[in-house]
């Protein structure tokens, strides 16, 4: 410093503050317009519910027409090949098998269907299977 002028930074000093001042104000204006453009939620979100199959009870009042209709059972509804299967009682190859991939299901509906679910008609059989569908 000795004959040497001294620098004035002042100027420098001075844009670089305007210049982040104004970088700063372009970012808010930004986030605040993506806010506003966002597009708004349909339907209902749904949440990590846990969904528990309950089998329906029984008619109360069975028509004669569909007991002597050869939909008697008893069935047994369960995993069958990555599907589900229905199978009769004492049979191995099931008479019916739905386009579900048990893999898409929940793991308390697999546990269940791993055991098997007991139907007695063909009617009983079609609701359990529209519960997975």
């Known amino acids: 410093m000795d004959d040497k002028k001294q620098k004035d930074y002042k100027r ?46 029984a008619a109360s009042q069975g028509s004669p027409a569909a007991s002597s209709s050869g939909e008697e059972g008893p069935y047994r509804v369960t995993l069958y090949q990555g599907k589900i299967g229905v199978f009769r009682e004492g049979e191995t190859e099931p008479c019916l098998v739905s386009d579900v991939d048990v893999f898409l299901l929940p793991q308390e509906d697999v546990a269940l269907l791993k055991e098997g679910l007991s139907a007695q008609t063909l009617t009983e059989v079609r609701a359990i299977l529209e519960d997975y569908e």
């Open 12 to 57: 420098p000093t001075l844009l670089a503050v305007l210049v982040t001042a104004a970088a700063l104000l372009v970012t808010l204006l930004s986030l605040s317009l993506k806010g506003g453009a966002a597009v708004p939620v349909q339907g209902k979100p749904t949440g990590h519910d846990t969904v528990y199959y309950t089998p329906k009870p």
